[in-house]
């Protein structure tokens, strides 16, 4: 698998991803987490998707920052973080070097960092 679309849905805290017992998704390139309420994302959710997501997407939920979590997809070329409630950037983003796209509008930032 190498897609995965979760749509109103309903992950305040999106922690794991892959259910205990499924096999990993080694081969996920793009996830889709849309408009599912998520406030936080813990580092065991994106070490889940690590090795090779190229295309992640929390538009439309309630995230106040980037998530830390973040950091940790060293292959991440698009991050689209759209219409959520983020009020600053931090230097997390510099550690995504294939970072080419970045997708913030419909944000309250208020703060560079």
């Not at 698998?1 to 999106?14: A, H, N, R, S, Y």
């Not at 080694?26 to 309420?37: A, F």
């Not at 936080?40 to 295309?55: F, G, I, N, P, T």
């Not at 292959?75 to 997708?103: G, M, P, Q, W, Y």
């Amino acid at each position: 698998m190498q897609e995965i679309k979760i749509i109103d849905g309903d992950l305040p805290i999106l922690g794991e991803i892959i259910p205990q017992g499924v096999s990993p998704l080694e081969h996920l390139q793009v996830l889709h987490i849309i408009r599912s309420q998520v406030v936080q994302v813990r580092v065991e959710a994106m070490l889940q998707v690590a090795s090779k997501l190229r295309h992640l997407s929390l538009a439309h939920n309630k995230l106040v920052a980037v998530p830390a979590a973040v950091s940790l997809l060293e292959d991440l070329e698009e991050l689209d973080l759209r219409h959520n409630a983020i009020t600053r950037l931090s230097s997390l983003l510099s550690r995504l070097s294939r970072l080419r796209t970045l997708k913030l509008d419909h944000n309250r930032i208020r703060q560079v960092k």
